[in-house]
C-alpha cells in the first residue's frame, strides 16, 4: 500500500514537471511571436537607404514611372515623368532629314532636341546643349538639368543622393522650430531619426496635419515632425496656373480656314518644320493687326494626331501675346481632347 503511494506521489509529481515545462514552452512560444510581429509592423520604419539616386519633386518623395539618372552630370528624367510631374506634353518625330526629334511643350514654352545635335531650340530661339535625349528601349529620357527654363523649375542637389526639383510655378511653405527637435522617418515616435533640426532653424513644409508635418532639412532630408512644435508658417511662394488674361475692350476675333491656306492642312501640319512655319505667320499676323484670338476651322482633317500637335504648338505661340486660341469642333476631333489644347471650343 505504502508502494502504491509511493509511486502515485512521483507520478503527480512528474506530471507536474511535464505541464510545467509546456506551459514554459507556451510561454515562450508567445513571446517569439509578440516580438516577431512587433519587428513586422515597425520594420518598415526602419528601412536602409538603397543607395540610389532618391528624386523629390518640391521636396516630396515621388513614384516615378522608370527610374531617373545622372549622366555628364545632368539629372535624365523620361518624358512619361516630365509630362506627369511637371505638367509638360512631350512627343517624337522624324524630322526633315530621318532625325529623331523630340519637342515638349511646358506653359507658353516650346522644346525641340533633334538626336546628334547639341543644340536646343526653345519657341524661335536656338541655343547651345550640354547633353541630348537619349531613346533606352524605346523610352525618351531628357536631360532636365541643361533644359530647366523649359519647364520653370530649380534642381537642388545634396549629399545624401537626392535631387530635390522645384517647380517654380507651384506654392512653398515654410517654417521654424520652436525647439531643437528629431526628424522621424515616419509619423511615429518609434521609426528611426533621419535628421535634426535646431531651435529657430527654418524648414521647407511638404504636407501637414493636426499631429505630423511633413518636411525637408536644410541638408535635403525629409521626414516627419509633431506639427506642435512648429510655428510660424508662412508661403514664401504663391501658386501661378499661367492663364492669360486678356484686357482687350474689342472682341477682334480672325479666322483661319481652308481657303487661306495653298494647299491641304494636311501637308502643312505634317512634321514640326512645316506647322511652325505656319504658326509663325499666323502669330505675325495677329500681333500686327491686333486681334485678341484667332479661330481654327479646317475641314477635310486627315492626318488627326498632327492636326492636335498643331494646335498643341500654336497655343503657346498665341498666349504669349495673350492672344487666346479658339477651334472649331469638327466629327473627328474629340472635344476632350480639345479642351485640354486650346483656351475655346467651338
Given at each position: 500500500?505504502?508502494?502504491?503511494?509511493?509511486?502515485?506521489?512521483?507520478?503527480?509529481?512528474?506530471?507536474?514537471?511535464?505541464?510545467?515545462?509546456?506551459?514554459?514552452?507556451?510561454?515562450?512560444?508567445?513571446?517569439?511571436?509578440?516580438?516577431?510581429?512587433?519587428?513586422?509592423?515597425?520594420?518598415?520604419?526602419?528601412?536602409?537607404?538603397?543607395?540610389?539616386?532618391?528624386?523629390?519633386?518640391?521636396?516630396?518623395?515621388?513614384?516615378?514611372?522608370?527610374?531617373?539618372?545622372?549622366?555628364?552630370?545632368?539629372?535624365?528624367?523620361?518624358?512619361?515623368?516630365?509630362?506627369?510631374?511637371?505638367?509638360?506634353?512631350?512627343?517624337?518625330?522624324?524630322?526633315?532629314?530621318?532625325?529623331?526629334?523630340?519637342?515638349?511643350?511646358?506653359?507658353?514654352?516650346?522644346?525641340?532636341?533633334?538626336?546628334?545635335?547639341?543644340?536646343?531650340?526653345?519657341?524661335?530661339?536656338?541655343?547651345?546643349?550640354?547633353?541630348?535625349?537619349?531613346?533606352?528601349?524605346?523610352?525618351?529620357?531628357?536631360?532636365?538639368?541643361?533644359?530647366?527654363?523649359?519647364?520653370?523649375?530649380?534642381?537642388e542637389e545634396y549629399d545624401n543622393n537626392t535631387?530635390?526639383?522645384?517647380?517654380?510655378?507651384?506654392?512653398?511653405?515654410?517654417?521654424?522650430?520652436?525647439?531643437?527637435?528629431?526628424?522621424?522617418?515616419?509619423?511615429?515616435?518609434?521609426?528611426?531619426?533621419?535628421?535634426?533640426?535646431?531651435?529657430?532653424?527654418?524648414?521647407?513644409?511638404?504636407?501637414?496635419?493636426?499631429k505630423w508635418t511633413k518636411i525637408m532639412t536644410?541638408?535635403?532630408?525629409?521626414?516627419?515632425?509633431?506639427?506642435?512644435?512648429?510655428?510660424?508658417?508662412?508661403?514664401?511662394?504663391?501658386?501661378?496656373?499661367?492663364?492669360?488674361?486678356?484686357?482687350?475692350?474689342?472682341?477682334?476675333?480672325?479666322?483661319?480656314?481652308?481657303?487661306?491656306i495653298k494647299g491641304s492642312i494636311d501637308n502643312?501640319?505634317?512634321?514640326?518644320?512645316?506647322?511652325?512655319?505656319?504658326?509663325?505667320?499666323?502669330?505675325?499676323?495677329?500681333?500686327?493687326?491686333?486681334?485678341?484670338?484667332?479661330?481654327?476651322?479646317?475641314?477635310?482633317?486627315?492626318?488627326?494626331?498632327?492636326?492636335?500637335?498643331?494646335?498643341?504648338?500654336?497655343?503657346?505661340?498665341?498666349?504669349?501675346?495673350?492672344?487666346?486660341?479658339?477651334?472649331?469642333?469638327?466629327?473627328?476631333?474629340?472635344?476632350?481632347?480639345?479642351?485640354?489644347?486650346?483656351?475655346?471650343?467651338?
Open positions: 500500500m505504502e508502494r502504491r503511494t509511493n509511486s502515485n506521489s512521483r507520478n503527480r509529481r512528474t506530471t507536474r514537471i511535464v505541464l510545467n515545462n509546456d506551459i514554459k514552452k507556451v510561454f515562450l512560444i508567445l513571446i517569439y511571436l509578440i516580438i516577431v510581429c512587433t519587428i513586422l509592423v515597425y520594420a518598415k520604419n526602419y528601412i536602409k537607404d538603397s543607395g540610389k539616386l532618391k528624386l523629390l519633386i518640391n521636396s516630396d518623395d515621388v513614384n516615378l514611372k522608370y527610374e531617373a539618372f545622372i549622366k555628364n552630370g545632368s539629372l535624365y528624367m523620361s518624358v512619361d515623368d516630365i509630362d506627369n510631374y511637371f505638367g509638360a506634353k512631350t512627343y517624337s518625330e522624324k524630322n526633315k532629314d530621318g532625325k529623331d526629334t523630340v519637342i515638349s511643350m511646358s506653359g507658353n514654352k516650346i522644346l525641340r532636341l533633334i538626336d546628334g545635335e547639341k543644340i536646343y531650340e526653345i519657341n524661335n530661339t536656338t541655343q547651345k546643349i550640354g547633353n541630348n535625349f537619349e531613346n533606352r528601349n524605346g523610352i525618351y529620357y531628357l536631360p532636365v538639368s541643361d533644359i530647366m527654363a523649359t519647364y520653370n523649375v530649380q534642381i535631387i530635390n526639383v522645384e517647380l517654380l510655378n507651384k506654392e512653398k511653405r515654410v517654417a521654424k522650430a520652436k525647439k531643437r527637435i528629431k526628424v522621424k522617418y515616419k509619423e511615429t515616435i518609434f521609426s528611426k531619426n533621419v535628421d535634426k533640426v535646431r531651435k529657430n532653424e527654418q524648414v521647407i513644409v511638404v504636407k501637414d496635419n493636426k536644410n541638408d535635403g532630408h525629409f521626414g516627419y515632425v509633431k506639427t506642435k512644435y512648429l510655428e510660424k508658417e508662412e508661403v514664401i511662394r504663391e501658386v501661378f496656373d499661367g492663364e492669360i488674361t486678356n484686357k482687350k475692350e474689342n472682341n477682334k476675333v480672325v479666322e483661319i480656314k481652308n481657303e487661306d502643312i501640319t505634317k512634321s514640326y518644320d512645316t506647322r511652325k512655319a505656319f504658326i509663325l505667320n499666323i502669330v505675325d499676323g495677329a500681333v500686327k493687326k491686333k486681334f485678341n484670338a484667332v479661330e481654327i476651322n479646317f475641314n477635310n482633317i486627315k492626318n488627326v494626331e498632327n492636326y492636335y500637335r498643331f494646335l498643341t504648338e500654336l497655343r503657346p505661340y498665341l498666349n504669349e501675346y495673350s492672344i487666346s486660341l479658339i477651334v472649331v469642333k469638327k466629327d473627328e476631333l474629340s472635344e476632350s481632347r480639345l479642351k485640354n489644347i486650346v483656351n475655346q471650343i467651338k
